[in-house]
């Protein structure tokens, strides 16, 4: 079965302090791996989309990689503006036509 | 640029009530149209979604239905809702891979 999981479920850091947000996903023939942003009350907001191994992809101090079996988001020194849950979601040559498979998500909270 | 519509914002409905959402999209043609749920503690959950005019797929069995009467229009309705169908449900479009997501619809089943 597909399936993206995110970790960890919640990140409190200081303004400044970098980091890492992960995304493991078992999808079969993985045709994308999409980043969101989502703040509370709002849609999610797309950040980026990476295809094969070893590609990445950078906005302002986001930074998003993938591997055959991770993809990582990082952030570099971050602001409190970029507290949100952030959302991690494949999408395969199975299923559905155009179905995603979505992890829960990190919350993250950047303190000044 | 392309811009998608949800409305309402918030709803409140009792239970054995009926519901329609409506999602409008604007600056593309014969986009792909999404709905999803978002419930508390929960990944997104892909309810409908339609290639075209009048074509609807539905991937969870539950009292919800779909509808695209218009090539940007897409609905979301229910003849008797049920407490558990409160949650927050996002449209979304796509062209290509990409899909892009609605303000969203909260709702509560009361």
């Known amino acids: 079965e597909d399936q993206v999981t995110q970790s960890p479920e919640a990140l409190r850091l200081q303004e400044g302090e970098s980091s890492s947000l992960n995304c493991s996903y078992t999808?079969?023939?993985?045709?994308?791996l999409f980043w969101y942003r989502q703040d509370p009350g709002k849609g999610p907001e797309f950040l980026f989309t990476l295809y094969s191994a070893g590609e990445e992809k950078e906005k302002e101090r986001l930074k998003a990689t993938l591997t055959k079996k991770e993809s990582f988001l990082h952030i570099t020194a971050p602001k409190p503006e970029d507290s949100a849950t952030y959302l991690c979601?494949?999408?395969?040559?199975?299923?559905?036509?155009?179905?995603?498979?979505f992890g829960k998500g990190t919350k993250l909270s950047v303190k000044p | 640029s392309q811009t998608i519509h949800q409305w309402p914002a918030t709803l409140v409905q009792p239970v054995g009530s009926p519901l329609s959402l409506e999602c409008t999209v604007e600056g593309t043609s014969n986009p792909n149209l999404y709905w999803y749920r978002q419930a508390a503690g929960r990944g997104l959950q892909l309810l409908f979604y339609s290639v075209g005019i009048g074509q609807i797929s539905s991937e969870v069995p539950q009292n919800l239905s779909a509808s695209r009467p218009q090539d940007r229009q897409f609905i979301l309705s229910s003849k008797k809702l049920l407490l558990s169908d409160s949650g927050f449900y996002l449209c979304?479009?796509?062209?290509?891979?990409?899909?892009?997501f609605g303000p969203g619809t909260r709702l509560t089943v009361l």
């Open positions: 979601a494949g999408r395969g040559y199975g299923g559905s036509q155009g179905n995603l498979i």
């Open positions: 979304a479009w796509s062209s290509r891979d990409t899909q892009y």
């Open positions: 999808v079969s023939g993985l045709r994308g």
